[in-house]
Every structure is written in structure tokens, then in C-alpha cells.
């Protein structure tokens, strides 16, 4: 562990930074306003943050200063974000109109730096800035995204429901403050990191009143219900582009920081909380799921689906890192390699619909995309690539996603104390599954089998489509060596064990153990597993 800083280790931010503010610039000169000249150097950018990110390649010791750290969670952070941020600006390439490029790929750099900068948050604050710096610039996109009253609409509608959820979140994070005299989230030092947050029995109300609140402000952000009302008319009212970057850049900042989260309660939380979380991932994917199978609208289906898919990463969520087991047995790591998959897949879906128009109109329900495999094939393939992943069908990653979600609440073991709920967490997860699939079918039977209503014409030129084409490749690829990306997620997951179990460690030698915390301590460092809930 070191506190040493050298701005050299923020080298993929630093890069973002300076690129917004060039970009900003640039955007406003002639030249830029009359080709893609902007878009390009986004790009170029981007490419250059993830090439320093893979150049340095994982921290070999924690680095915190300034409410900062870099862990290998907040590398596998960088990795990914750089990686589907990439495939962002090529599907946005074109969007919107030339006159105001420059500030669209602006403010997709700064939400994509505010995602870099929650996986290296060390403080309550700074972790609170850098999720306003992923949701703020996309309130501005979605208007910026379409020029008509629907974009305005979604526009004002997510601003106001994001204020709230960021008013309540703050309100959470002051009470997490007061109760650990701190906004640090973890202490670091050469003795390892630590945290000042109680646990478990000694969770006082306070404390159980911060956290809830803070549950609460980010549900909204990974559309969990009942936060979820604003997804699917937001996302029909915004661009396709565009609708598949929020799909994406808040649901990673959300999860990211409810892992920060859970970190500094070591994963130990009230039986109350715990219970609460499993209401929520139940109901926000038969919700999400349930709904979408009423739509004919593709946007608002996806909508929906981005709901559903939250709540099968929250099964992940709970069952928590497991050190030195592989990713059917560890949540985190699933979690992580879920949500990286889910980028790619959930992208190139909303890629497809930015390739066509009916007329003047952009492409949004299934009459829309009535047998367009007839005039674009390649593209079409593509399409189904993403949809059958997003159904978890093998041979394409989402199928290994869902697997290891599923896999690591069935291998809790049988003394965990919600062993049972988590078992019938993932069925109910399963059945969800199925159920997709009737909405996801119907997709890829309107693009292959139906009869084209109106003639479509291609739109957004070879970026895009080379976007939707680099959106299904990967999925394919996974699913044939998914070890790459898992390993890095295994890593990130290890990592945080690691400091759990060493905070428990600290924690036994300079404290009194609760009746019963020795057997859930000692059971917990015997099995590189974190103390399992237990009610209060």
C-alpha cells in the first residue's frame, strides 16, 4: 500500500480530461462544424486513455491520495468503460447535427470520466461528484440527441428524477459520514485498508438510515425498481445512440459504487437489508421482464429488458466476493464480467436501429424492422448476436453471463444464513430468463420472418455500422475464451476479499466479539468467505 502519488497513475483521466476540453474547443471552429473531424479525434481520445490503461496494465499496490485509490477494481473500471466507450463514439459518430458535434462528444467524454473516476473513488464526496459527472452530461445528450419535443421531454423527465435520486443520495452519504466520523471510504496504509464503518450487530439505526437512502439513490441509477419508471420513456424519447450509451455508462457507475458500498460494511450486512435487496432484484427483473412483453416499441422493450438485466446482476450483488473460487461461485466477479457483456450486447442492439429510417422517421418498433434482413444481412446478424445474448443463448457470452450470476447464488454454502433465499433468488431469475425470451424472439422474428411495411434507407454511413458489427464480435469471442475478461474481474473480486478478510482480522484483534461473530469470523477467514447475515 502507498500514498505516494504521481499524476501518472491518473494518466487515462488526465487524457479524458484534456480531450473534453480540446473537444469543446474544437468544436466550436468552422472547419469541425462542416465534417466529422470532432468525432475523430473522440475517437482517437478515447483509444489513447485505453491504451495508457492497458500500457500500465493492473496496480501491484494500492495508491490513495485526494479521496482517490487505484485497486484493481478501479483498473477492470477503466478497462471496460475505455473499451464499450470506444463503441459509443463510433454508433454516435454522426449524431447530432454538425453544428453542435463538438459539445455532444464533449459530454459523452466527461460521463465516461466520471465512470473512471467512480471506480477510483476513496471518499463519500468524491464518489457523490463522479456519479453527477456520469449522469449530469447524459441529461444534456438526450436533448441534444434528437431535435423534437420527445427528446425535450425525456430530457426534463430524467433531469428532475436524477436530481432526486442525487438529493437522496447525498442525504445517505452525509448519515454514513456522521456515523463513521469519516468520508473516507477506506483507510489505507501499510498494514492494508480498513474501514471506519460499523457492521453487523453494530450497525446502529443511523447507520441503517444512510444505507437504505443510499440504496435508494442508486436503484435509480441501475433502474431498479421502484426507480425504474423513467427507463423505458426515456429511453424511446432519446436517439438510439445515444439510449444505448445510458443503458450502460449510469447501470456500471451505480453498481460500481453500491460495491464501494458493501466494501466498507466488509459485505456483513442486517438481515433486514439483505432481505430488502432480494426484494428488489426479484421484483425489478419479473417487472422489467413482465412489461417488456407488452411492447411493441424495440426502445421501450429494451427499456424494460435494461430493467430486468438489473435485477439479475443484483443476484451477483449479494452473494459477494469469494477469494480463490472461480467465477461460478464468485458474485462479484460475475457481476463484473455480467455488466462488461451487457455494455457490448445492449449497445449493438440499440446500433442496429441507428443504421435505418422509415422515411423521415428513426426506426423504433417492430413493423420498423419488418424483414430488414433482406436488405441488410450482415447487419441483421448482428442484431441477432445482441438479442440472443441479451437472452443468455449459447454460443455468445450473455449465455456465460447469466451462467456465473445464477451458478454463484446456487454454490452458497449450506451454512450461510440466506443460503435458501439466494437459491430461490436465481430460480426466480431462471424463470425470468425464459420468460425474456418471448420478447426477444419476437425481435429477431420481425427482422427475419415478417414482411417490410416501408422501404428503409441506410443512415449513419460505415462508423456505425462498423460499431454494430464490433458490439457482436466480442460476444462471440467471449463465449469461446471468456478467460481474459474473467480473470481481471476474478482479480478486481480477490482484491476486495482480501481487504474484507483483513479488516476482519483488525477488527477481531482490537475489539470484543459479539455472541456469535467468532463462529461467523473464524468461519469466514477458514474459507476466504466474508460473515454471512444475521439477524439482529
Known amino acids: 500500500m502507498s500514498t505516494e502519488v504521481h499524476f501518472a ?19 466550436a471552429t468552422k472547419a469541425s462544424r462542416e465534417r466529422t473531424w470532432v468525432s475523430g479525434l473522440t475517437f482517437l481520445v478515447v483509444g489513447l486513455a485505453l491504451f495508457e490503461t492497458i500500457r500500465r496494465g493492473a496496480p501491484e499496490e ?98 428532475f428524477l ?78 438510439s445512440p445515444i439510449t444505448g450509451m445510458l443503458g450502460f455508462v449510469p447501470k456500471l457507475a451505480g453498481f460500481v459504487a453500491l460495491i464501494k458500498v458493501m466494501i466498507a460494511l466488509r459485505w456483513d450486512l442486517p438481515i433486514e437489508v439483505c432481505w430488502l435487496l432480494w426484494a428488489l432484484a426479484a421484483l425489478t427483473m419479473t417487472v422489467g421482464n413482465v412489461l417488456a412483453l407488452l411492447q411493441s416499441n424495440v426502445k421501450r422493450m429494451l427499456g424494460y429488458s435494461s430493467i430486468a438485466h438489473t435485477g439479475y446482476m443484483m443476484i451477483a450483488l449479494l452473494v459477494g466476493p469469494v477469494a480463490g473460487r472461480g467465477p461460478m461461485h464468485d458474485g462479484v466477479a460475475a457481476l463484473l464480467f455480467y455488466v462488461a457483456v451487457y455494455g457490448a450486447m445492449n449497445l449493438g442492439a440499440f446500433a442496429l436501429l441507428a443504421t435505418m429510417q422509415k422515411g423521415e422517421n428513426d426506426t423504433e418498433t417492430l413493423d420498423d424492422i419488418a424483414g430488414i434482413a433482406r436488405r441488410a444481412p450482415a447487419a441483421t446478424l448482428a442484431l441477432a448476436v445482441c438479442v440472443f445474448s441479451l437472452m443468455g443463448f449459447p454460443p455468445t457470452a450473455g449465455f456465460l453471463g447469466k451462467l456465473y450470476v445464477f451458478s454463484s447464488a446456487f454454490s452458497v454454502p449450506s451454512g450461510h444464513a440466506f443460503h435458501g433465499p439466494l437459491i430461490a433468488l436465481a430460480v426466480i431469475g431462471v424463470i425470468n430468463s425464459a420468460i425474456a425470451a418471448a420478447y426477444y424472439l419476437r425481435i429477431v422474428g420481425a427482422a427475419y420472418m415478417n414482411t417490410e411495411v416501408e422501404v428503409s434507407r441506410s443512415v449513419g454511413g460505415v462508423p456505425v455500422r462498423l460499431g454494430l458489427g464490433l458490439c457482436a464480435l466480442p460476444i462471440l469471442v467471449l463465449f469461446a475464451w471468456p478467460a481474459p475478461l474473467m480473470e481481471k474481474a476474478r482479480s478486481a473480486s480477490y482484491a476486495i476479499e482480501t481487504n474484507i478478510l483483513r479488516d476482519l482480522n483488525r477488527s477481531q484483534s482490537t475489539s470484543i466479539a459479539t455472541p456469535g461473530e467468532d463462529v461467523l469470523r473464524d468461519s469466514a477467514l477458514q474459507s476466504s468467505k466474508p460473515p454471512a447475515p444475521s439477524p439482529r
Open 9 to 27: 497513475q491518473f494518466m487515462p483521466e488526465l487524457v479524458l480530461l484534456i480531450g473534453a476540453c480540446t473537444t469543446l474547443i474544437v468544436g
Open 62 to 159: 494500492t495508491y490513495a491520495a485526494f479521496g482517490l485509490s487505484i485497486t484493481p477494481l478501479a483498473y477492470y473500471t477503466r478497462l471496460i468503460t475505455l473499451s464499450v466507450g470506444l463503441l459509443i463514439v463510433l454508433v454516435n459518430w454522426r449524431q447530432p447535427v454538425a453544428l453542435e458535434r463538438g459539445e455532444y462528444m464533449g459530454l459523452i467524454m466527461f460521463s465516461l470520466l466520471g465512470l473512471l473516476i467512480t471506480g477510483l473513488a476513496n471518499d463519500w464526496l468524491v464518489l457523490f461528484f463522479a456519479i453527477e459527472l456520469v449522469s449530469v452530461p447524459t441529461y444534456v445528450l438526450i436533448a441534444l440527441s434528437r431535435l423534437n419535443k420527445r427528446a425535450s421531454e425525456a430530457s426534463v423527465k430524467y433531469f
Open 162 to 239: 436524477g436530481a432526486l435520486s442525487a438529493a437522496i443520495l447525498a442525504y445517505g452519504l452525509s448519515f454514513l459520514y456522521g456515523v463513521s466520523g469519516t468520508t473516507t471510504i477506506l483507510n489505507v496504509g501499510p498494514a492494508g485498508a480498513f474501514s471506519y464503518m460499523p457492521v453487523g450487530q453494530d450497525l446502529g439505526p443511523l447507520a441503517l438510515i444512510g444505507l437504505l437512502l443510499v440504496i435508494g439513490g442508486l436503484a435509480f441509477k441501475v433502474a431498479a425498481v421502484p426507480f425504474h419508471v423513467y427507463a423505458p420513456d426515456v429511453y424511446e424519447g432519446a436517439a
